[in-house]
């Protein structure tokens, strides 16, 4: 079951942006002041009992900027109806601007992943054996491939004996993997720095659509990653 986060304004609890992605409430909860987030905002009320089933939270299918006649009440885990005069023109701009940025943070953050897909293999702590196997491939080498003291890069070994090569080989086979997946993480935090700023930077929904455009444009047309 996917839960709904919210943002709200901290005075009055009005919501102003609604995601599944905790990721993209907390990056909107940092670029707007006097902003908070809820999260799983289905529990316990709009939770069905049959299990990944939800009821309609009412903000469902509201445009963004109708999101602010609700709010949050944070006792009751209740999204109930705002009072008349919170709902300002300003706050509903407000709440426009924050939709809109959490749609675009979540494409980024969506297809930034995608491309480091090849970096994860799906084993839990392989990124530890990873760590391990690059440093004994380093220190051995560093050492001149000294085999003297084998036992000290059983990762090295390993990978020599599975892949049929010699010591020497595997570990600058390693290291150089290595390099590799380090020149992607480079180029696309290079883009997560760039495009988070943008988009936290961004003063309207037209400048938030040219930056999702330039994204894509570096991110695959202009083969940045």
Known sequence: MQ?????????????????????AIVFLQEV???????????????RKPRLFSRKRLPIDGLPPESLPLWRWDKPSRRIVRS??????????EKAVLAQ???R???????????ARYS???????????????????EKFRDSGYDESSLLEYPHVLNYADFAGISLREAADTIILKAK??????????????????NVADAKSVKDLST?????FRDCYWNAAV
């Open 3 to 23: 839960y709904t986060n919210l943002l709200v304004d901290v005075h009055s609890r009005a919501i102003l942006a609604a995601s599944s992605s905790m990721a």
């Open 32 to 46: 707007f002041p006097d902003t908070g987030y809820v999260s799983a905002a289905d529990e316990p009320h709009y």
């Open 83 to 92: 009072p008349e005069h919170i709902v300002t023109p300003a706050i509903r």
């Open 100 to 102: 809109a940025k959490a």
């Open 104 to 114: 675009a943070i979540e494409r980024i953050m969506l297809h930034l992943s995608i």
């Open 119 to 137: 970096l994860r293999t799906g084993v839990e702590l392989q990124e530890i054996v990873y760590v391990n196997k690059r440093t004994q491939a």
């Open 180 to 197: 590799l997946d380090d020149q992607l993480l480079a180029k696309t935090e290079l883009l997560r720095l760039r495009y988070f700023k």
């Open 211 to 215: 930056i999702i455009e330039s994204f």
